[in-house]
């Protein structure tokens, strides 16, 4: 698969990045579907770096999925909002878990304002939900012009 059909593969339609294909966790990794979704913010000049100290942990399917739709949500936002210069992604084991960190340079956001609007953070009060239902924890920090860093963290039974 060349590189110009792998960027078609993934594409920010209303500021929502979105894959056209399925996701293949055991062909990619969690890390390899994760990063085809920077593809959008990679074409408007946002410089991605990634932290994966994980190790090769096996990461149960619906984990997996869980953990693709919160980064989904966090880089659709990093990239309809933030204007960041620079955005990094870490994926790596914790105490009985695996953590997701998606952490950028951007505009930042007042999280009480966002996460109470009548108009805004409808993804992330979904994506807190999904996350707390499965047992795991999500936490938002931002402030106007200091960037944002969206944590998930979930339990690895």
Known sequence: MGKESALDEVVAVGGLITDHHPLDFHTLGLAGCIDRLTGPLRQQGTAVRW???HWGIEIPADCASLLYQSAREALSNAF???DAAELT???SAVDHGIRLVVSDDGTGF???LAL?????GYGLRLMSVAVHEAGGTVNVCSKPG???TVTVTLPLD
């Open 80 to 82: 309809k909002y933030s």
């Open 89 to 91: 992604v870490q994926l």
């Open 51 to 53: 932290e994966t100290p």
């Open 110 to 112: 007042d999280c009480d």
């Open 146 to 148: 200091q960037g944002t």
């Open 116 to 120: 109470s609007g009548k108009n805004h």
